[in-house]
């Protein structure tokens, strides 16, 4: 490689690593003593968490308010109110110190924001009839916010929440179709500041108690070197095969996705190593780049964690954690096994082979190598999944146990390579320290976005539950399918300038009970469960849908190719994920809606993959050879009937009992595909000697 090529990668590489810290809440670098002010807060933040996870109690109100405190005080440390100087006036774009007027809204927000805390009682006792100081606090508290999310998330979430703002008071004042009988400003700042149905409401309490501590697990992860290890896994396990770095890069992109929630981050943690393996075997830099965008932005859909949102949607629906994994297993690992079968077809297309295994590390002495990595996972997994302890409970034990990983981690390569131990040791807790600053920093685009998207929560909570929903059936024309379209619409619109977190909750609070009830005004029964998981779906896939696609900017970056059209590529191949929603809307077996048979739900999960291969091969334009026009129904047929079973056995008149039986008509017709295109196939060249 020479050095322009050199100096390109490290430049996109940089631009990568901006993007992915703008959104895990590093804006600042302060000089002098001010350097350590917001390690510290976060490390401190940290630490009360944990406190609150092991054995500090406190009123459930109290935990959101310091939770909140917390994350605006670091904001106003953190970010600058400009992001570049205007009108001359630099300390608003100061980026080297901490100006004083941000050291003194920093403390109003945080003041604001426990003002809850501070005269509980009193609140209590005059709820709904708040006097002078409570309007000031609740004003202020709800301003600050809406500039604290401004800077770190942007303008989108508080533009959209001032608008939900401006329409509970100008309600009276709009057309018959969506005239509100508005609210007072005592009921406004009641109902945001004063109780649990706002601005403090489940998505913050989820984010206090349950997000945080999943996030400082994934930094944690981070800082000790796992991101490298799982790619390294992966490379070791999959890279010779044909299109080798690509499949490696969803298998390390998916086990990375397990801990954390942020698709940019994980472009970056995983994505430097694949992105130029994969253009090293032939990958356009396009595809390279889009294939990691693909598989980091579906991370998101992997149990357990899923981003935050699993446990939001536990909360919403009010159900046990565990049933939220097993509603998500399925079109989760049925999307992320498509992904694999894609990046077989493009290898295919372009005649690619893997890499040689010689340039590969060695599976068993990598696997062995960073097994210690592994322990604090799998005690997750277990105590999640088999134990059933809660997910805080769960995450608490993970994060002591990879805290001792840390500790002793450094010192044991320290010993093995005769190198001075006690310099390791210190090295060890400064990682540690660093992992809680990270964790600090990264929870504050959660807190925020879970905050502020509760004032739309509270305001839809005044009253306007019911006529979101007479909106939703008018302008859908009573029409399910119409009615899905505008969601899917909607949430890829919204999505496109909020975090997957708060999109979510957005569209969850205005569409997830819109659908179910307008669903049963025509005898269309649509399970609570799967409503909101479509929501949640169309809010992952507006991460890589362009113009905005903030995963594609920082692919493309790495990849060095044009964001726009990675952005396109990225989603074409996420195509496959767009459809699972739609399907297990109609079809409840896909999220294991009352099936509790191992062998059935197995069954399920294997059609959907077959049907999932099937569209993607119809949306590629290859199954074993390039389709023709009349193999592209075919498909889509096969898609269809591996999917959606029990429509086939109703249309044919099959008992619905018998539904099942209908995959064999599905898998005769792949078949069939198969046989045709079988004598179409490109021959692959043998390997030329060594």
Known sequence: MNNVEEHEKEEGLELAKKLAEEEEGVGRLPKGGARFVIPTVAIIWSLFQLSIASWLILDTVFIRAIHLGFALLIVFLNFPFLKKTRFG????????????????????????????????????????????RDLVFGLALTILLLEASR??????????ATGFIAYSFLGPYMPDLIAFKGVSLDRFIGQMTMSTEGIYGI????????????????????????????????L?????????????????????????????????????????????????????????????TDGQLAPPIMGAAAFIIAEYVNVPYIAVIKAAAVPAFASYAALFYITHIEASKLGLRGIPRAELPPFFKTLIGGAHYLIPILLLLYELIVVRHSPELAAFHAIWVMALVMLFQNPVKAFR??????????????????????????????????????????????????LITQIIDTLSGGNIYLLLIITAVASLIIGMGLPTTATYIVMASLTAPAIVEIGAM????????AAHLFCFYFGILADDTPPVGLAAYAAAAIAKSDP??????????????????????????????????????LLIFAMACLGNFAFASATQGWFVAKNRFYELPLLLAVTFILMRPDAIASLFGVAHEKRYW??????????????LQRPRRPQVPAPAPA
């Open 89 to 132: 006036l630099k300390f608003l774009s100061a980026t080297d110190k901490i100006p004083v007027l941000d050291y003194v809204i920093a403390i109003i927000a945080a003041v604001s924001a426990i003002y809850i805390m501070v005269d509980f009682g009193g609140i209590i006792e005059r709820y709904g009839a708040p006097n002078t």
């Open 151 to 160: 800077r770190v998330i942007g303008p989108a979430l508080p533009a959209i």
């Open 203 to 234: 998505p913050l309490d989820v984010s206090a108690t349950i997000v945080f501590l999943f996030v400082l697990f994934g930094a944690m992860l981070d800082k000790a070197g796992a991101g490298r290890y799982f790619i390294n896994l992966a």
């Open 236 to 296: 070791s396990l999959l890279g010779g095969f044909k299109g080798g770095p690509a499949k490696a890069a969803i298998v390390g992109s998916g086990l990375t996705g397990l801990v954390s929630g942020s698709s940019i981050a994980n472009i970056v943690t995983t994505g430097t190593f694949t992105i130029p393996l994969m253009k090293k075997v032939g990958y356009p830099a396009k595809k390279a780049a889009a294939v990691e965008v693909a598989a980091s």
């Open 417 to 466: 390579n005769k190198e001075p131990i006690g310099a390791a040791f210190k090295q060890s807790i400064v990682d540690i320290f660093s992992s809680l600053a990270a964790g600090g920093r990264n929870m504050v685009s959660v807190a925020l976005a879970t905050a502020a998207a509760g004032i739309i929560v509270g305001v839809v909570a005044m009253g306007l539950g019911g």
């Open 522 to 529: 025509y005898d269309f029964i649509v399970p609570l469960m």
């Open 564 to 601: 726009i059209p990675t952005g396109i590529q990225g989603f074409m191949y996420d195509i496959r994920t767009a459809i699972l929603p739609f399907m297990f809307i109609f079809n409840a077996d896909l999220i294991l809606h009352n099936i509790t048979s191992w062998p059935a739900g």
């Open 662 to 675: 209908m995959y064999l008509i599905g898998l005769a017709l792949y078949g069939l595909i198969y046989l």
